[in-house]
């Protein structure tokens, strides 16, 4: 919490409102005032205040109104409603809305000023994810989301985690699959047990088998000492096999061959091993697209979608990117001993309108990237923001070309298009040539041939 934090109170009883601002500038806070809901709808316009305190009850409109605009532009505002004693069913409908408490007039300015210190208190609990429509509470200590999509996957989660059931997570690059893969593991009968993660795509696919099934000594050259593998270190707990899709058609067939018979043989030895475990796996990838085309197995497929979780991206769920980028803010001011930044209301905005094809990890990037422009400053505008998401148009398919009367050179326009379209999807990709190649439809052999032809060294990148 900063050193004073902003607190907005809002009734049309001006020495009501005084007061209340007088005893709340007492304790520490600063302090705005709005009589009606003109003036508080324009003053959360401009301004992305810690504090609302409101009464319901306003000569121009409804308080309700103003509650419910301020929530959806900072998710993270406390908001306490005052209200008389025939304005408790209100009252009752703001705290399922999303305020904090409501105080019964005429009530101890004190308490007020208690309420607000306790909420905006960093110790407070932030990991509870409140479907404010609803009035149900969903906990998940490291999911961040309200929307109507994330309450979807919450309500997946409350009814698979304690099942054995094997899950399939689909959703892009960035959208956050190990974290709901790690969630489903923590809240199940397996949560003490050892949560193992595995990328498919992440090492080189000769040694995949090696590191998903173990092997002995001298099993292949450089096996200079026996493993175990993945499977054994997740027995009696839960397996997360990320990038399923990347797997060859011949490491299918075993790794189906695992799930059925849950047995597993290490490489070089034919003495089985008996594997009590949950499989989770995920892709970023169409696997009914690959099963009709023949690069996935259609057996694998049905064995592993058993209960599949779509993970939306975050351009679908834009009424969660305020309350992500505050926390974000939250995480990267404590991580680098910084006092507490706010996100001003033309910075969230920005957010807000750009479609993120780097879904999640991309805003929490931006975010780290917007802080650590700030300086000293107390509030992070929409200027600290990254260019590529100030000026998206130019990451468009096809830049703006101006044609100048002695003509351009075509072959270098398109040497350098083609350069840029393998470059972002290698950023999109983390580096990854394997999966890059895969969004350009191209085989991983050729993309590397096209970096070294373009002037872009693979090795500049991940060697996957």
Known sequence: MRSQPTVLVVDDDLELRQLVAEALEQHGFAVAQAGDVADALARLEGYAYDGLVIDLRLPD??????????LARYPEIVSVVMTGAGGVSDAVQAIKRGAVDFLMKP?????????LREALSEDAPTATMTARDSGVTLQYDRIIGTSKEMQRIFSTIDR????????????????GKELIARTIHEHSSRRNQPFVAFNAAAIPEGLV?????????????GAIAARIGRFESAHKGTLFIDEVASMSLALQAKLLRALQEREIERVGESKPFKFDIRLIAATNTDLRKMVKDGSFREDLYYRLNVVPVVLPPLRARKDDIALLAQHFVKLSCKSNGLSLRTLTQSALRTL????????????????????????????ITAATLPQEILNPERGTLLPAVTIPDEGINFTSVVSQLERDLILQCLEKTGGNKRQAARLLNLSRTTLIDKLHRLGSPSEDFTAV
């Open 107 to 115: 009530f101890q300015l004190s308490r007020l000023a208690v309420l």
């Open 209 to 221: 088998e090696a590191e998903l099934f173990g092997h002995i000594k001298g099993a292949f050259t």
């Open 61 to 70: 409109g409804d308080g309700m109104d103003v509650l419910g605009s301020a």
């Open 352 to 379: 807000m309108d750009y479609s993120w094809p780097g879904n999640i990890r991309q805003l929490e990037n931006a975010i780290e990237h917007a802080v650590a422009m700030t300086g000293g400053d107390s509030e």
């Open 160 to 175: 698979v985690a304690m099942m054995n059931s094997t899950v399939l997570i689909h959703g892009e690059t960035g959208t």
